[in-house]
């Protein structure tokens, strides 16, 4: 029988807030936010991004405190990324794979702090190691060579995985580079260091703000278009995701989020493994400017963004509103 009105009225469950709350069909915890923090050298240091206004760089106590901070509010992991040095960066970025890098000290100081109760997650990338800002190694015509790139993010995974890291997560979109990885991992015993994929990562306008963060904007030369997705392919974006999790990941990621809510929803339908979105610097930057232009409240906006992601099939977010968004989801 077709559901008609009167007999039928849809409004009813949406009448009292309690029947609204029993039939919601998505529901969002603190549990399914990742908190991603930026570090500097110093102590007791903090520097304003500018271009992200309410997040600052830490340095590694800052980023200790911070940790203990999503504990306490039930968010289950944190991502980390380092502005390195100036005098640490070079064409190679071998700065990546020290074993006592800003990086590597950062993961030791939160583990020791708050033990296995928090997730870490680090980024494996060169583009906060090297002075031109790609990330990966550069040719002599300035294209990005994969398999070399490929072998150095190796060493870099690995030194995070001694360090202490939980997840190391590939945003640098080389080939193959999931494999190896994994095979690195295997052979070192380190088992359980789970890898979540950057797998379908696009060329975005939406990154600006995370450069400055890493101070790798104002270096780069180029653009990655070479590694990183078209915006407008979204099987090409399939397939690198089912790569990815043939040679390995235990999760992928799909970054930016908002704009591409439409391959979230299709990995979600097509693959069986968790599926992160990446709120990313100039969404939450639009936020914040909104905010301040009167066009919205904050907390209204940034949960709407936020429950979309989660309907169209995400296991979890990154987002720099995490202790925001875990209040208002804690009550």
Request: net charge negative; hydrophobic share 45%.
């Given at each position: 029988?077709t559901a008609s ?113 928090l997730g870490i ?211």
């Amino acid at each position: 029988m077709t559901a008609s009105y009167p007999a039928t009225r849809l409004r009813r469950t949406r009448t009292a807030a309690w029947s609204r709350a029993l039939h919601r069909e998505t529901v969002m915890t603190s549990a399914d936010l990742i908190w991603p923090l930026f570090v500097i050298e110093g102590k007791g240091a903090e520097e304003p991004v500018a271009s992200l206004p309410g997040v600052s760089r830490w340095s590694i106590d800052g980023i200790v405190a911070r940790a203990k901070e999503a504990v306490e509010l039930g968010i289950p992991a944190i991502a980390l990324f380092p502005n390195t040095p100036d005098a640490k960066r070079s064409e190679d970025g071998a700065e990546a794979y020290n074993s006592d890098n800003l990086m590597c000290r950062t993961i030791r100081g939160v583990r020791d702090a708050v033990g296995g109760d928090l997730g870490i997650l680090t980024d494996v990338a060169l583009d906060p190691y090297t002075t031109h800002g790609q990330d990966g190694l550069l040719d002599a015509r300035g294209y990005v060579v994969n398999d070399d790139t490929v072998a150095v993010l190796v060493d870099q995974a690995v030194v995070q995985a001694e360090a202490g890291a939980d997840i190391v997560a590939p945003s640098d979109m080389m080939d193959g580079r999931v494999h190896a990885i994994r095979m690195a991992l295997e052979m070192g015993g380190h088992h359980n260091v789970q890898i979540m994929a950057y797998s379908a990562k696009f060329a975005s306008a939406f990154y600006g703000p995370f450069r400055d963060a890493v101070g790798s904007g104002d270096r780069l030369k180029g653009d990655k278009k070479s590694y990183q997705l078209d915006p407008a392919n979204g099987d090409e974006a399939m397939r690198e995701i089912a790569f990815d999790i043939a040679e390995g990941a235990d999760s992928v990621m799909v970054k930016p989020g908002l704009a591409y809510l439409d391959v979230i929803a299709r990995a979600r339908a097509r693959f069986d493994v968790p599926i992160f979105a990446y709120q990313v610097s100039g969404e939450y930057a639009l936020i914040e400017a909104g905010v301040a232009a009167g066009v919205g409240e904050r907390e209204p906006l940034l949960m709407e963004k936020l429950i979309a992601f989660k309907r169209a099939g995400c296991a979890g977010i990154l987002t720099y509103h995490a202790p925001l968004a875990a209040r208002v989801l804690n009550g």
